[in-house]
């Protein structure tokens, strides 16, 4: 029965899990109890391996990693940033953590589900055989997955912030964790972005070099842009010159850039769309 | 058929004032013990012996068991009998477990959803468990009570929030800084509530206290009862920086801790956090660096305020725990009164005690 299923379906049940995830929190924050970690961790593992499927029977049939295109993209940004979660999340000791990336996974999931026409151009063998080229955009949007846990991170500082320093301690703000472990969290998250990102940056560099007509100025203004944006924000933070909200903001304005910079990626694409599809079915 | 009968019977502080409690506290609960293996039909029994309650939880071939360790307890403690009827809790069957489940929840505790409750009734079990006086039917309630316990600990909001003003101004800690293991704390003055405040950090793994008054000599009394070192008091601008929360309790007419001291402190320190609890009346922070970055300034009304906030909060919860409690003591009572009924005839003789096991005295 499992074996009929096709690749949408597979990544329409992850999406199903993580939005479970998502009303499993909401519920319990909205009945005034704790949220269930292990629930909601359970669950978002579950869809991952679903989402792990799906993106596993595009990338046999594209000869290579999913990302041709921009539905695809959304797709392993998403499940990228669900892979950090599910390796660091345990450390964070945070359900809200879990319940934030269960929004963030369904949102980026339903979102890319939704918009049949992101899937309506699906190219293969875009890396044309070059595992080089290949490393560098997975690793590229691997980054930008961290971003995302970096920009949920964020979002959970600000409302400690706010609740700190409005006064008001009880209620769903009891569920935070602290702000000086939001802040480390933020710290380390937007490092390994970074250095993520500069990795890709250097690989995709040597193969640009050697054709600089492969790669077009809007994408390439786009990419690093972002880059320049992330390591700024970081050696700021590190000087002690972007701290607290202000550095919170940010890393919210580097993960919206990431998202923003997506398209300008997914139109340079090289070769032209290969082969051309109208998706059906779910 | 008769059946034989779960009881609880006691007093507690919702009709015992403190006065009464203090002649009403066992003294050696083992004694009591030896006193009711010649209780006749008394075939289970368990004490809970705490400050603020006395019961004893009990199954018996009739509600005369009960009867019996009440007249017991009163020609122990030399207590008027009739005294003890009046102010006394006795409730039997389905409503005994309701109690029980309800006392280990916090829900009938004088600071509600307080979690101490919780580690007496297990001691209480343990140690009626260690005298051989538990059967299967208080074996039973008891770990249905435990279980009923966490589950509203965990689910309800009964328990979250602290309600005192000293442990709110550690949970605003805990709120920023996490742990509060190598966090360094400064007091600032020598006022009572500011001494409680630095226990409770104390308390809570802070290990790092220094204290400084504008009379170094008690400021030395204080810091030697709390363990920690002294900082002159003329110093406390230049060794801001130092610390990572700050305790004000000073008796000064004006404030002792200004803006500018504040904002050039954190320029020292930018990254971390710092957390200033006034307590002190006349303010002792100026209100202004609550702007600050990186500062999070609380005053007193403050603390008083999240601290009823907190109260409210539990208070609030007290009919859904209750709920779900009662629909649980239902569920234990259709497993239990079966066993009750099949229990009709006279059961063995509750067990000789051990003379003395652990952890007999009262608690605090």
């Known amino acids: 029965m499992f074996a009929d299923l096709s690749d949408r379906q597979w990544l329409w049940c992850a999406a199903g899990l993580y939005t479970a995830g998502l009303l499993f929190g909401t519920v319990s924050l909205v009945r005034g109890g704790r949220t269930s970690g292990t629930l909601i961790y359970a669950t978002i593992l579950a869809g991952y391996l679903l989402q792990f499927i799906g993106l596993g029977i595009r990338g046999r049939a594209e000869g290579g990693c999913p990302l041709g295109n921009q539905f695809e993209i959304f797709q392993f940004t998403a499940w990228s940033a669900i892979t950090l979660y599910l390796v660091v999340g345990v450390t964070f000791r945070s359900s809200v953590l879990g319940y934030f990336t269960s929004c963030l996974g369904a949102a980026l999931t339903l979102l890319s589900l939704s918009m049949p026409a992101w899937d309506a151009v699906r190219r293969s063998h875009i890396f044309g055989g070059n595992p080089w080229l290949e490393f560098h955009a997975s690793l590229a949007i691997f980054s930008y997955g961290v971003f995302g846990l970096l920009a949920l991170t964020a979002a959970l500082f600000l409302l400690r912030h706010y609740s700190l320093k409005s006064k008001h301690l009880g209620g769903w703000f009891s569920f935070l964790p602290s702000i000086r472990d939001l802040d480390h969290i933020e710290v380390r998250l937007l490092g390994t972005g970074v250095a993520l990102l500069t990795l890709a940056l250097v690989f995709g560099a040597v193969y640009w070099a050697r054709d600089t007509a492969a790669v077009g100025h809007v994408k390439l203004a786009a990419t690093v842009a972002v880059w320049v944006v992330s390591f700024a924000a970081f050696a700021l933070r590190a000087a002690g010159r972007l701290l607290a909200r202000g550095f919170a903001w940010t890393c919210l304005a580097i993960f919206a850039a990431a998202l923003l910079s997506l398209r300008s990626v997914d139109e340079s694409r090289h070769p032209q769309p290969a082969q051309v599809q109208v998706r059906s079915g779910p | ?364």
């Not at chain 2, 009998?81 to 006394?88: L, V």
């Not at chain 2, 500011?194 to 504008?214: H, I, K, Q, Y």
């Not at chain 2, 209100?287 to 007193?300: I, M, T």
């Open chain 2, 1 to 364: 058929m008769s059946e034989s009968c779960l009881f609880v019977i006691g007093a507690t502080h919702h009709t015992a004032p403190i006065g009464v409690r203090e002649k009403l506290a066992l003294g050696s609960e083992s004694g009591f013990r030896q006193d009711l293996a010649g209780v006749s039909g008394l075939t289970e029994i368990a004490v809970l012996n705490t400050c603020n309650r006395i019961e004893f939880y009990g199954v018996g071939v009739d509600e005369g068991a009960a009867d019996a360790v009440q007249a017991a307890y009163c020609a122990r403690q030399r207590f008027d009998p009739a005294e003890f009827e009046r102010i006394r809790v006795r409730l039997t069957g389905r409503d005994a477990a309701l109690h029980l489940f309800e006392v280990a929840s916090g829900l009938d505790s004088q600071l509600l959803g307080e979690n101490e409750i919780f580690g007496q009734v297990k001691e209480a079990y343990a140690a009626a468990q260690s005298c051989g006086t538990t059967g299967a039917v208080l074996n039973r309630v008891f770990q249905k009570a435990f279980q009923a316990a966490k589950h509203v600990r965990t689910q309800t909001g009964i328990s979250s929030g602290q309600v005192s003003v000293a442990n709110v101004a550690v949970e605003l800690a805990t709120n920023i800084f996490g742990s509060l293991a190598g966090m360094r704390i400064l007091v600032l003055g020598t006022g009572e509530i500011g001494e409680a405040a630095a226990r409770a950090f104390r308390s809570r793994g802070a290990a790092d206290l220094a204290v400084a008054g504008r009379r170094a000599n008690r400021a030395a009394e204080v810091a030697g009862a709390l363990g920690a070192s002294t900082v002159l008091f003329d110093e406390r601008d230049s060794r801001l920086a130092d610390y990572d929360i700050v305790v004000c309790s000073t008796a000064a007419p004006a404030a002792v801790l200004g803006r500018s001291a504040i904002a050039s402190a954190m320029r020292r320190r930018p990254a971390r956090p710092l957390l200033l609890i006034d307590m002190a009346v006349p303010r002792d922070v100026e209100p202004e660096a609550a702007g600050l970055q990186n500062v999070f300034l609380y005053n007193l009304d403050d603390l008083a305020r999240i601290a009823e906030e907190n109260r409210s909060a539990r208070e609030a919860e007290i009919a859904r725990c209750r709920a779900i409690l009662a629909h649980r003591a239902d569920g234990l009572w259709r497993h239990v009164r079966p066993r009750l009924m099949a229990m009709a005839h006279p059961g063995p003789a509750l067990a000789q005690p051990d003379p003395d096991p652990a952890g007999q005295a009262a608690s605090p």
